[in-house]
């Protein structure tokens, strides 16, 4: 059971809608024009659409025969703030702003997969198809789940596709548990008293302070962290004074922790804040710890990452379904949806498709080949997964 025949029969309807959004890139909650092509072209294949969820998101609602239980599939919609370097037709008309991460092509599969899915109605239940804005770091998942997303549209499961460039066109990756990072952000504020740079002892010395503090945080993953688990802490930003000769009366530390584990990320949130206190205090100074959580780690739920790799194989064959792949401390805001609903994230092999095999580069390109390939996945995960009766 590969591609199924009607998607590939779409290929160049898909590749045409792909570079058209290509060509008009949008940026985080900016997406109306996209918003406005995806709600259009949903209603004209007779789907129930509800827009403006969490701002731009659209949801569409393609009911099958019978009662089941409901599925939802998710898409992002949303460009990144950067110029593109490619020399195509379709490449961005927008001076700084691109599709580098091939959100242009999440959102046609999912169009491809939904025409499909209306055209058919071959399962039982419900479908919601998902599309949301502000995937790069502006957590649009959260904001249509905080708008009423899955009361508005109940999910017994939500799925979620990414294309990724590493792996081979048509190979795909599901593997469970932690597979994307915690992202969180510190800024550590440390108060001192200054002082001539040739009498120390005039003064408290921020620098001196800071300098302990960044060595004893990495006590956090060395001696905090379960060895069997992971964590990453970077002090990327050591800010102090402005002169040879006099110490500062005030230092910043900033940077960024990456966990797969809720309560690691606890343990390192509370330790980050009373080593930085504690050693301040200690050495005469104070130190304030502002710690803010970014996205979530992204956690595959068994029972759905089963499913969905029993889905894949069907579609891109048994031996194309990868399970070598390793966990990647880059994060994703699709862990908001798998929060709340079980479920599972996909990567989409699509190597071979541009200059560029990483996203966020601007030579990268979304490979047009791998859209029947996608679509066919997301419509077989209904078709499996809620079979007609
Ligand atoms: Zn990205
Ligand atoms: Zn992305």
């Not at 510190?186 to 005039?202: E, L, Q, S």
């Not at 990453?232 to 110490?247: E, P, Q």
């Not at 739920?301 to 990868?322: F, Q």
Request: aromatic share 6%.
């Amino acid at each position: 059971m590969p591609v199924i025949n009607s998607i590939a029969a779409m290929e160049e309807e898909m590749t045409a809608w792909r570079r058209d959004f290509h060509m008009h890139p949008e940026l985080a909650y900016q997406e109306t024009r996209t918003a406005g092509i995806v709600a259009e072209k949903l209603k004209s294949w007779g789907i129930e659409v509800k827009t403006e969820i969490g701002k731009t998101g659209v949801v569409g609602v393609i009911r099958g025969a019978g009662d089941g239980p409901s599925i939802g599939l998710r898409a992002d919609m949303d460009a990144l703030p950067m110029d593109e370097h490619n020399d195509t037709p379709w490449k961005s008309r927008t001076a700084g702003v691109m599709h580098a991460c091939g959100h242009d092509g999440h959102t046609t599969m999912l169009l491809g997969a939904a025409k499909y899915l209306a055209e058919t109605r071959n399962f039982a239940g419900t479908v919601n198809v998902i599309f949301q804005p502000a995937e790069e770091g502006f957590a649009g998942a959260k904001a249509m789940i905080d708008d009423g997303l899955f009361r508005d549209f109940p999910c017994d499961q939500v799925y979620g596709l990414h294309n990724w460039p590493q792996m081979p066109a048509g190979s795909i990756a599901a593997v469970p548990g932690p597979i994307m990072a915690a992202a969180d952000k510190f800024d550590i504020t440390i108060r001192g008293k200054g002082a001539h740079g040739a009498m120390p002892h005039n003064g408290v010395d921020p620098v001196v302070i800071g300098a302990q503090i960044v060595t004893a945080l990495q006590s956090l993953v060395s001696r905090t962290t379960d060895p069997i688990r992971t964590a990453v802490i970077s002090v990327t930003m050591f800010k102090a004074g402005n002169a040879y000769n006099v110490i500062p009366d005030h230092a910043v530390l900033s940077g960024t922790v990456r966990t797969f584990d809720g309560r690691v990320q606890d343990r390192i949130e509370a330790g980050m804040k009373s080593i930085a206190e504690g050693i301040a205090t200690g050495m005469g100074g104070r130190a304030e710890v502002d710690y803010r959580r970014g996205y979530p780690a992204t956690v595959n739920h068994a029972r759905e990452t089963e499913l969905a790799r029993s889905v894949a194989a069907g579609v891109v064959g048994a031996e194309n379904v990868r399970q070598d792949v390793e966990p990647t401390m880059g994060a994703e805001d699709f862990s908001f949806m798998l929060q709340e609903k079980p479920g599972c994230y996909l990567w989409l092999g699509g190597g071979g498709g541009a200059p560029s095999e990483n996203v966020h580069h601007p030579q990268y390109d979304f490979n047009d080949a791998i859209l029947p390939i996608g679509a066919s996945v997301l419509a077989r995960l209904v078709e499996d997964l809620q079979p007609k009766r």
